[in-house]
């Protein structure tokens, strides 16, 4: 049985790559494929408890500030099972694996958002998770103003709608998320080949068309059985 394949999804809150990353998923099994996905943090039962930790705004008030550095290591906790659990199986059986965000996320967000820069978040990947690369990535970087206005939209109807609350993050500061489309801006030049970075306001449409197109490039065909 051949590898599989592992994809990550990038961006800012608000970018729309949850969108894609459902239509991608739709669009590969519709073409005969496994196709497993999951999101970080999240996606085990350990990772699931460590998300609620991370995201719910309430928990500043239960365990007072959280260290960026205990921040950065819970993401890493997270990811490190997802990897053992999901992640490596599936792509040892041939599958295709979507993952909304991975360690981009912790450079950007921990890396440059909370400003513990690059090096010491390459180091932890390198220890948690055995410098396991996806071989595409799909950073949706649109402008910054217009993700920002979309996640805080969003937060709010989420708050009223289902009175989850999910914005330890979304409450953060505009230099916040500069620093953050900073970091994402460095890590697509840095390594071009794994990093397609899409930047135009296209249409979701548009948008799913050029992503499909990138996957194709680099999936093998599948073979009529
Ligand atoms: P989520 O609700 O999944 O947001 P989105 O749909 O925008 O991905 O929340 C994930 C939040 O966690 C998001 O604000 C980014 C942040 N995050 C980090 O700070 N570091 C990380 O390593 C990961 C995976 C996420």
Request: with cysteine.
């Amino acid at each position: 049985m051949s590898r599989g394949f592992f994809i990550t999804f990038e961006g800012l809150d608000g970018s729309g790559k949850t969108t894609q990353l459902r239509r991608l998923a739709a669009t590969l099994e519709a073409e005969g494929r496994t196709v497993v996905t999951l999101r970080q943090p999240g996606g085990t039962a350990l990772g699931d408890r460590i998300r609620s930790i991370l995201l719910d705004s309430r928990s500043e008030a239960t365990f007072g500030p959280i260290a960026p550095a205990a921040e950065m290591a819970l993401m890493f906790a997270d990811r490190a099972q997802s990897i053992a659990e999901i992640i490596l199986p599936a792509v040892a059986s041939g599958h295709i694996v979507l993952c909304d965000r991975y360690t981009d996320s912790s450079e950007a967000y921990q890396g440059g958002g909370r400003q513990l820069g690059s090096e010491r978040i390459l180091e932890m990947h390198r220890a948690a998770c055995d410098n396991l690369q996806p071989d595409l990535t799909i950073l949706l970087l649109p402008p910054l103003e217009s993700s920002l206005h979309r996640a805080r939209r969003r937060n709010q109807r989420n708050v009223q709608q289902r009175g989850t609350d999910e914005n330890r993050f979304e409450r953060e500061s505009d230099d916040f998320y500069r620093r953050i489309y900073a970091k994402y801006e460095e890590i697509a030049a840095r390594e071009p080949h794994r990093v397609v970075a899409i930047r135009d306001e296209a249409s979701i449409d548009q948008i799913e068309a050029r992503i499909r197109e990138v996957v194709a490039a680099r999936l093998t065909p599948v073979t009529a059985s």
